[in-house]
T-cell receptor, first 114, second 117 residues
Framework: AQSVTQLDSQVPVFEEAPVELRCNYSSSVSVYLFWYVQYPNQGLQLLLKYLSGSTLVKGINGFEAEFNKSQTSFHLRKPSVHISDTAEYFC????????????FGSGTRLQVQP | GAVVSQHPSWVICKSGTSVKIECRSLDFQATTMFWYRQFPKQSLMLMATSNEGSKATYEQGVEKDKFLINHASLTLSTLTVTSAHPEDSSFYICSERSGGSSYNEQFFGPGTRLTVL
């Protein structure tokens, strides 16, 4: 079985500052990795995903993430955040075989302050 | 990407009543849909996998007789919370898994907030 750990439950940051949201996973098989964003009372929106190939993945809204197999990490970064980036961010993994349902981390609340 | 809708977006019901939540794939035929539950300030937890034309597969700890899932067509899956109680109050989100590609990406609905009084 796979699991996902998001080390920070909340990350406060000032507008235009860089941010990194941490995600570590564990799995006995190869996995696909995802970052989703959830705005209040809304569903999930895919930010980016790693399936294979280049370990640096670029997503929407200026976010990027780097897959590090040796450290089993998939940290999300943005060089300059905006107020509108305030939301809940979820890291998720899916096995590359079988049902491929997603296993989510506990989420990180990004709070961008002016 | 695919578009998934849910209805209703929110519902309030009395304890003991049943509530049906619909999940529709608007532009894709989804052979598989997933139902997740999210309690306040917590992550999404998979409840069950819904397969078109067959019985749903429930995760450990999820009562199949309480959370009835029907996936009668390729565009519609329904979740019925039977005899709802206040502890069933939660945000329910469905997702569909697109087929026909090397990886079956998931697309999420906007969620349904259920409040049981």
């Amino acid at each position: 079985a796979q699991s996902v750990t998001q080390l920070d439950s909340q990350v406060p940051v000032f507008e235009e500052a860089p941010v990194e949201l941490r995600c570590n996973y564990s799995s006995s098989v190869s996995v696909y990795l995802f970052w989703y964003v959830q705005y209040p009372n809304q569903g999930l929106q895919l930010l980016l995903k790693y399936l294979s190939g280049s370990t640096l993945v670029k997503g929407i809204n200026g976010f990027e993430a780097e897959f590090n197999k040796s450290q089993t990490s998939f940290h999300l970064r943005k060089p300059s955040v905006h107020i509108s980036d305030t939301a809940e961010y979820f890291c998720a993994v899916s096995k590359d075989t079988g049902r491929r349902a997603l296993t989510f981390g506990s989420g990180t609340r990004l709070q961008v302050q002016p | 990407g695919a578009v998934v809708s849910q209805h209703p977006s929110w519902v309030i019901c009395k304890s003991g009543t049943s509530v049906k939540i619909e999940c529709r794939s608007l532009d894709f035929q989804a052979t598989t849909m997933f139902w997740y539950r999210q309690f306040p300030k917590q992550s999404l937890m998979l409840m069950a996998t819904s397969n078109e034309g067959s019985k749903a597969t429930y995760e450990q700890g999820v009562e199949k007789d309480k959370f009835l899932i029907n996936h009668a067509s390729l565009t519609l899956s329904t979740l019925t919370v039977t005899s709802a109680h206040p502890e069933d109050s939660s945000f329910y989100i469905c997702s569909e898994r697109s087929g026909g590609s090397s990886y079956n990406e998931q697309f999420f609905g906007p969620g349904t907030r259920l409040t049981v009084l």
